[in-house]
């Protein structure tokens, strides 16, 4: 009798923390809501001048997109832990650092991908020009799956905590550092009509980097936070 | 356990670390007594001011060795709580989590001393250079490190989410590190003068290091001593904690 | 508590290598630095049932969650065919079912959706059907398309039992399966589990209800003296 495939077991899970947030729509929004909302205060508390809006949109933006993730991520293993579904995860014949992958996939799919739908227009409000729009768009592809694998492991950390939440963002905001830096960066040379390969280049090699060892560090963290 | 030579993993038992930890963190207290008077002396006295920055530049002698040791005492930190929870040994975890409090003063105090240096040469207290910004995004990864640690009632449990928690501090670090210093370098250009020169005069190095290896013992220490404490109340019902302290009070 | 060690080939009892099929040695609890249960030792044979007793706060909940691979004991390890079962998790776990005190089925899914869930991500029995395995628990037939969370606690343990029955599990590992259920409920887990002792399965329990299992080997493991 052979067990489930590991493809299968991927798949199910994915597939299932869709369909989970496709029943929570509403709930699924409001981080995106959130994000929309950051970025339209900026304006109205410092000044409509189009040349400083244009200064400072990549930097508003992607702060935004941190807090953004911040806000979705806590909720990642949350419902999971409370009715035991994490435990089952955990006794499943697979390698749980691939489960959890699919779970940070899931993620993504949820609250990084809607970002990038939404940031042309939050370009638009803050006057960003036309050649911005594609390294914006860049960016937020290379930098939100990085949010999602490095936020994993704090929320894996943190998960069976009272106060998780505040916890959580003095544990992982620090690590999303290197990322607001270089896609801010990113967006802002290519509005002066710089050359940003290297700058990319540093976000691809982040990605890859969390890829490879985020899912490993998140699964030996919920190991330890069931035990 | 075969990695471990035998006389470490004898050492490593809550027992003999408490008893080794005290009479190495008295040793190193008072060598770290010692070249902190011989290093202030010479810092203070018996060095030449720098040509452009006056006495100021004196403050370097506090400053740079703190900064260096925000950033050994983490990698300690993280090497520490690893091997703790690898092969689970409690001293290694104890003296992990004695070493954030002191990584974190350290780090404090290269901030302070930082900015007490700033107001005079940039006429303000904080401007985001380098090394400052460096320095505050380490004290929030140590802070972050203690509130997980109070956060988590088990310390077993506890000590084994910080060591997590520190390994992947310990990768971003670097790349932290680097990113805010390529960020510095696009922002600020060359105009801020570093506090470290390039190239030292020995007067001025010898100082350096002698400061560097006080506070190195200073740590020491005061980690075994904060790791003893952490042992003895995590090993409170042990036979050994209670024959230690009935020794204590028939004296 | 029946204790005959009634005689059977060896084996049927013991795994391949002739080893108990499950093992606990020398098994230790430490919360908050202070011992729960110290020097723990058991072992079972195929088609033993044992049952984990003691009272609150004895450590019994985390007695099963150090069988399952959950906990880290403080001292000891729990073997699986005379062997470790951390060197090798993943054949381990193929074998091991699991209901906890959380049902572990999530609210916002149909029960049938739970259950072919809990199929694809671990080992499934050849024969199991979502729909027949929740007619054999008694769920009425409406229940089948209805989210979970608007189900009873009895109807939910159900759903989440009835994981036993879709996967190709020797071992279960019950944290109170009575609990929330009707005596019609406590019959059908009591004819499950004999079910599966004859089929030389095992299976670790804690309850506080009397268990009354006809003709299987129930044992009993006292914690907390």
Redesign the interface.
């Known amino acids: 009798?052979?067990?489930?495939s590991l493809g299968?077991?991927f798949i199910?899970?994915l597939r299932?923390d869709l369909?989970?947030a496709y029943?929570?729509r509403a709930q699924m929004l409001n981080p995106l809501l959130f994000f929309v909302i950051v970025v339209s205060l900026f304006p109205l508390g410092l000044d409509p001048d189009p040349d400083l809006l244009r200064t400072i949109a990549p930097g508003v933006i992607w702060v935004a997109a941190l807090l953004a993730a911040m806000l979705s991520l806590d909720s990642m293993f949350r419902?999971d832990f409370?009715?035991?579904?994490l435990?089952?995860?955990?006794?499943?014949?697979?390698?749980l650092p691939l489960l959890v992958l699919a779970k940070i996939v899931a993620h993504w799919l949820i609250s990084g991908l809607p970002l990038l739908v939404l940031a042309p227009v939050l370009g638009m409000l803050l006057n960003l020009g036309s050649e911005s729009l594609f390294p914006l768009l860049a960016t937020l592809a290379l930098g939100t799956p990085v949010l999602s694998l490095i936020g994993s492991i704090g929320v894996a950390l943190t998960v069976g905590l009272r106060g998780g939440g505040v916890l959580l963002s003095l544990l992982i905001l620090p690590l999303f550092i290197p990322v607001l830096i270089f896609a801010a960066n990113a967006v802002g040379n290519a509005g002066a009509g710089m050359d940003i390969t290297g700058q990319l280049a540093f976000l691809g090699s982040l990605l890859a980097l969390a890829f490879a060892l985020a899912p490993l560090a998140t699964a030996a963290a919920l190991?330890i936070s069931?035990? | 356990m075969s990695i471990i030579p035998n006389w470490l993993y004898q050492l490593s038992s809550p027992k003999n670390f408490y008893r080794f930890a005290g009479i190495a963190s008295n040793w190193c207290g008072w060598i770290a007594l010692f070249l902190l008077v011989v290093g202030l002396y010479y810092g203070l006295v018996n060095s030449p001011p720098d040509y452009q920055q006056g006495d100021s530049a004196r403050i370097m002698y506090i400053h740079v060795p703190a900064a260096w040791m925000s950033m050994f005492v983490y990698m300690v930190m993280a090497g520490s709580a690893a091997v703790g929870m690898i092969w689970r040994i409690k001293a290694s975890s104890a003296f992990a989590n004695a070493s954030a409090p002191v990584g974190a003063m350290f780090t404090a105090l290269a901030l302070a001393t930082g900015m007490l240096w700033g107001k005079p040469m940039w006429g303000t207290y904080w401007v985001w250079d380098a090394r400052l910004t460096s320095e505050l995004i380490l004290l929030f990864l140590y802070l972050g490190y203690m509130a997980l640690q109070s956060a988590i009632?088990?310390?077993?449990t506890a000590a084994r989410a910080t060591a997590i928690l520190a390994l992947v501090g310990m990768v971003n670090i670097t790349i932290i590190h680097y990113s805010v210093e390529w960020w510095n370098t696009l922002h600020q250009g060359a105009t801020v003068t570093k506090l470290d020169k390039p190239s030292i005069h020995l007067s001025m190095l010898i100082p350096l290091l002698v400061m560097a290896m006080a506070f190195k013992f200073y740590y020491l220490s005061n980690a075994l001593r904060r790791a003893r404490c952490e042992l003895l109340?995590?090993?409170?019902?042990k036979l050994w904690v209670r024959e230690l302290v009935g020794e204590n009070n028939s004296e | 508590m029946i204790m005959s060690d009634t005689p059977k080939p060896a084996e049927m009892n013991h795994s391949s290598n002739g080893s108990p099929w499950i093992e606990g040695v020398g098994l230790a609890l430490?919360?908050?630095?202070?011992?729960i249960f110290t020097d723990l030792n058991f072992s079972l044979a195929a088609g033993q049932i044992l049952q984990v007793e003691g009272h609150n706060g004895s450590g019994k909940t985390t007695m099963l969650r150090i069988l399952?691979?959950?906990?880290?004991p403080?001292e000891g390890e729990i073997r699986w065919c005379g062997e470790d079962i951390r060197k090798n998790l993943?054949?381990y776990?193929?074998q091991?079912a699991?209901v906890?005190?959380?049902?572990?089925?999530?609210?916002?899914?149909t029960p049938l959706?739970n259950l072919?869930?809990?199929?694809?991500?671990?080992?499934?029995?050849?024969e199991a059907d979502a729909e027949q395995v929740l007619e054999r628990l008694q769920l009425p037939a409406y229940c089948d398309d209805v989210l979970c969370h608007n189900l009873s606690a009895g109807q939910r343990r159900r759903v989440a039992l009835g994981r036993l029955l879709m996967l190709?599990a020797r071992l279960w590992v019950l944290d109170e399966p009575f609990t929330a259920l009707d005596p019609g409920g406590r019959k059908l887990v009591e004819e499950l589990l004999s079910g599966h002792a004859q089929e030389g399965g095992m299976a670790v329990l804690t309850t506080h209800h009397v268990v009354n299992l006809e003709g299987c080997i129930v044992r009993g493991l006292q914690l907390g003296t």
Not at chain 1, 1 to 4: K, T, Y
Not at chain 1, 87 to 95: A, G, I, K, S
């Open positions: 009798m052979s067990e489930a299968t077991a199910s899970l299932r369909m989970l029943r929570h419902s409370d009715d035991g579904s435990e089952q995860l955990l006794l499943t014949p697979h390698p190991r069931l035990n | 009632d088990d310390r077993d109340e995590r090993e409170r019902d | 430490s919360r908050n630095d202070r011992y399952c691979g959950l906990t880290l403080s993943a054949e776990y193929a091991l699991y906890g005190h959380a049902p572990g089925i999530k609210g916002e899914l959706e072919e869930l809990a199929r694809s991500m671990s080992r499934p029995r050849k190709d």
